[in-house]
């Protein structure tokens, strides 16, 4: 689907208190912007951010960034910050591609990786580009703390199913997996509904799931 450029996006982006503007001169330093020494998540691919924000405001004492390409989806997020009378101080967003994780994140600086509802990129010739490619495991290796874990989550069978192929082939651990997550209780508790989780479910199709660590 074709996104719709938002004229106005990419100004407000870069004036919001709530966007990083060069990510790359934090890295290694990320305590500084939230002063203090929480553990740092981030969701890569955050879209509307309507997942992160309710992690920031449910968990103060954890640091979260939320990282989006798209400055078009991205206004809308920092829209929904501008909105609330407190918004959340344990939350950031960057405009970047996945691609230059390394550029912004220094090693073993993030504690947990959030993947939901990623792009599939069905063609074969694609597989690199999604983000539970070995080539993306290995980019999470380095920034991802000793026991730092990834959660992905999708409505995309034939994703999930490559990713889980992919683990191993990266040397990662599968924690825990579920083809359904919704009515799994034990990997369901306490879990947030993406804007696009919502809507699938609606539509009757199984959400899955998997924690992985390195």
């Known amino acids: 689907m074709r996104l719709r450029n938002i004229p106005s996006a990419d100004d407000t982006i ?13 890295r290694g330093s990320w305590q500084s912007v939230f002063q203090n020494d929480h553990p740092l998540h981030i969701e890569i691919g955050m879209g509307k951010g309507h997942f992160i924000l309710q992690l920031a405001q449910q968990n103060p004492d954890i640091n979260y960034i939320g990282i989006e390409k798209y400055t078009s ?5 920092v829209q929904k910050m501008d909105s609330l009378t407190a918004p959340p101080v344990n939350l950031r967003f960057i405009c970047m591609n996945a691609e230059n994780l390394l550029e912004v994140f220094a090693e073993k600086e993030i504690s947990r990786i959030y ?3 990623s792009d599939p990129w069905p063609k074969k010739r694609h597989a690199r580009r999604r983000l539970t490619s070995r080539e993306f495991l290995n980019l999470y290796d380095h ?10 989550k999708t409505d995309n ?3 999930f199913e490559f990713s889980l ?3 191993p ?4 651990k599968l924690e825990s997996c579920t ?6 209780p034990e990997m369901n508790a306490g879990n947030i509904m993406t804007e696009y989780e919502q809507k699938f479910s609606a539509l009757g199709n199984p959400i899955y799931k998997l924690t992985a660590s390195r």
């Open 73 to 77: 989806v991205l206004l809308r997020a």
């Open 165 to 167: 192929e992919e683990l």
């Open 169 to 172: 082939q990266a040397r990662w």
């Open 179 to 184: 083809n359904d997550l919704h009515n799994n």
């Open 14 to 26: 870069a004036e919001s208190q709530y966007c990083i503007q060069t990510p790359e001169s934090f």
């Open 143 to 152: 920034i991802l703390t000793d026991h730092g874990t990834i959660e992905f």
């Open 115 to 117: 993947l939901n509802f």
């Open 157 to 159: 069978k034939l994703l």
